[in-house]
Nanobody, 119 residues
């Protein structure tokens, strides 16, 4: 299973970016997909997550500004980020949780995509 993330970049404060992450491989199902970031000196933290059933979970710091969505048929998750702030600058990592394949059930991480918000 591979996760391919895209959509990061440089944007001015107040601007918007859209991240995408597509999972590929011999996948039967994915329970949840989400985005995480790791501020310097801190542990990786949840930004937003969504389940197959459409349940979503957001970090308090992004509520009202970020929206996560998912295309289950394409095993793809999106993160629409609006009203971006300099403190949103980070590497954003895609995660697919409880992925069922022909070899078992595992969690997978994608390589990060850099988001930089200038003031």
């Amino acid at each position: 299973v591979q996760l391919q993330a895209s959509g990061g970049g440089l944007v001015q404060a107040g601007g918007s970016l859209r991240l995408s992450c597509a999972a590929s491989g011999s996948i039967f199902s994915i329970n949840n997909m989400g985005w995480y970031r790791q501020p310097p000196g801190k542990q990786r933290e949840l930004v937003a997550r969504t389940t197959t059933g459409g349940i979503t979970d957001y970090a308090d710091s992004v509520k009202g500004r970020f929206t996560i969505s998912r295309d289950n048929a394409k095993n793809t998750v999106y993160l629409q980020m609006s009203s971006l702030k300099p403190e949103d600058t980070d590497v954003y990592y895609c995660r697919a949780g409880l992925v069922v394949t022909d070899t078992g059930v595992m969690d997978y991480w994608g390589k990060g995509t850099q988001v930089t918000v200038s003031s």
